[in-house]
């Protein structure tokens, strides 16, 4: 074991960090002293962007692990690296998030978007479960707004059926919602609480497979991922937190949160839909 693994300074895991809000959110909770772990796919660009956040930072307690979260093996190996350097983890952040205007079906049969956006980060929460009870951990989903008329399609996860971009996002945002729902009420604000924060429309990169003048709208239009960050490193830091399954909605604005209040039938249902889907590597 480490030397800095037995150490009692914070340590904070961010999954998507070596890009967008990600990292403007790693290098955020890096200056405040947290020693970073940053989960990355690519290892060359992971590397890359730890050596950025310890110079931006003036942190030099930050570290890496890569895995593909597009699968289940991927997943489970992220969790095991993850274990290997920290006992205990005080902050979550999953920001690890795509859009795929296509639909793309995983080597485990799943849909793309889905198990990047959603399953995955269900996933870890479940797998490093004791590490973050440990850590009276904060845990901060980056979500977007659940569009009107979203639902989760249990016949047709994948949707192969009628399979749209927006039909897509609408079922994955919605299910970090409905998740967030779940987790608060499964677990007492006294051991670990779970959060969700909306960082508004972001040049963060999330949008590289869309066809060029989307792409370009999103980098005109969209915040800085610095700026973006703000409420997710709050809900990850801040000592004061202790309310547990709420939404902050309003970028920059913390104080404007609402409580996930949505078919508590349906949140139960993708739990244990979840659970399911993940119980090969559990």
Same mark, same amino acid.
């Given at each position: 074991m480490s030397s800095i693994k037995k150490s009692f300074m914070k340590t904070a895991v961010?999954?998507?960090?070596?890009?967008?809000?990600?990292?403007?959110?790693?290098?955020?909770?890096?200056?405040?002293?947290?020693?970073?772990?940053?989960?990355?796919?690519?290892?060359?660009?992971?590397?890359?962007?730890?050596?950025?956040?310890?110079?931006?930072?003036?942190?030099?307690?930050?570290?890496?692990?890569?895995?593909?979260?597009?699968?289940?093996?991927?997943? $489970?190996?992220? %969790? @095991? !690296? +993850? $274990?290997?350097? %920290? @006992? !205990? +983890?005080?902050?979550?952040?999953l920001s690890t998030g795509v859009i795929l205007p296509d639909r793309v079906i995983t080597a485990d049969g799943l849909e793309a978007g889905f198990v990047i956006q959603y399953l995955s980060r269900f996933a870890i929460?479940?797998?490093?479960?004791?590490?973050?009870?440990?850590?009276?951990?904060?845990?901060?989903?980056?979500?977007a707004p659940v569009i009107k008329g979203a639902k989760i399609h249990f016949e047709d996860l994948t949707l192969e059926k009628d399979f749209t971009m927006l039909r897509a996002m609408a079922q994955e945002m919605f299910a970090?919602?409905?998740?967030?729902?779940?987790?608060?009420?499964?677990?007492?604000?006294?051991?670990?609480?779970?959060?969700?924060?909306?960082?508004?429309?972001?040049?963060?990169?999330?949008?590289?497979?869309?066809?060029?003048?989307l792409r370009w709208g999103l980098k005109l239009i969209g915040t800085k991922p610095e700026k973006a960050a703000h409420n997710l490193a709050f809900l990850a830091s801040d000592e004061g937190i202790n309310f547990s399954g709420y939404y902050l909605k309003k970028p920059g604005k913390p104080e404007v949160k609402e409580k996930a209040n949505h078919d508590p039938e349906v949140a139960e249902r993708l739990w244990e839909k979840s659970i399911e889907l993940i119980r090969p590597i559990l």
């Open positions: 961010i999954t998507g960090g070596t890009g967008g809000i990600g990292k403007a959110v790693a290098t955020t909770l890096a200056r405040k002293k947290f020693r970073v772990i940053i989960h990355g796919r690519d290892p060359h660009k992971t590397e890359q962007a730890v050596q950025e956040i310890k110079i931006n930072s003036g942190n030099t307690n930050v570290e890496s692990v890569t895995a593909d979260i597009s699968t289940l093996h991927g997943m $489970k190996k992220l %969790a @095991d !690296a +993850i $274990k290997a350097k %920290a @006992d !205990a +983890i005080h902050a979550l952040v929460t479940q797998l490093l479960k004791n590490e973050l009870i440990k850590g009276n951990a904060h845990i901060v989903m980056v979500v970090n919602h409905l998740f967030v729902q779940e987790f608060a009420k499964r677990h007492s604000a006294n051991d670990v609480v779970i959060n969700m924060a909306n960082p508004g429309i972001t040049d963060s990169g999330i949008g590289k497979h869309l066809a060029f003048p």
